[in-house]
C-alpha cells in the first residue's frame, strides 16, 4: 500500500519580487586601462592599442581643519571644511 502526501507548493522569496531584468549591455569604446608612469593618469586603449581620448574629466580636493574652543573639555570641539572642483 502506498501513501502519498501532498507537498505544499514553495513559498517565494520576499526578495524576488524587486528583482529586475540587467539593463541593456553597452559597448565601452575602451579595451584596456592602464596608469601611465609618467603623469600617473589611466590611458585608455581599444582593442587595437590605440589610445582612446576619454574626454575631461573634473577633479576636486578637500581640505578639513579642527577647531577647538574649550582646551580643557572635549565637549567644544568643532571642524571646518572647504572642498574645491575643477
Known amino acids: ?10 513559498t517565494r522569496p520576499w526578495g524576488a519580487s524587486r528583482l529586475a ?4 549591455v553597452i559597448r565601452r569604446p575602451h579595451a584596456t586601462v592602464a596608469i ?26 578637500g581640505t578639513e581643519t579642527s577647531t577647538t574652543t574649550n582646551s580643557d573639555s572635549k565637549n567644544d570641539q568643532g571642524h571646518d571644511q572647504d572642498s574645491n572642483q575643477d
Open 36 to 61: 601611465d608612469p609618467t603623469t600617473q593618469l589611466g590611458v585608455f586603449r581599444d582593442r587595437v592599442g590605440q589610445v582612446v581620448e576619454m574626454g575631461k574629466h573634473g577633479t576636486s580636493s
Open 21 to 24: 531584468p540587467y539593463p541593456t
Open 1 to 10: 500500500m502506498t501513501t502519498s502526501f501532498a507537498l505544499p507548493s514553495p
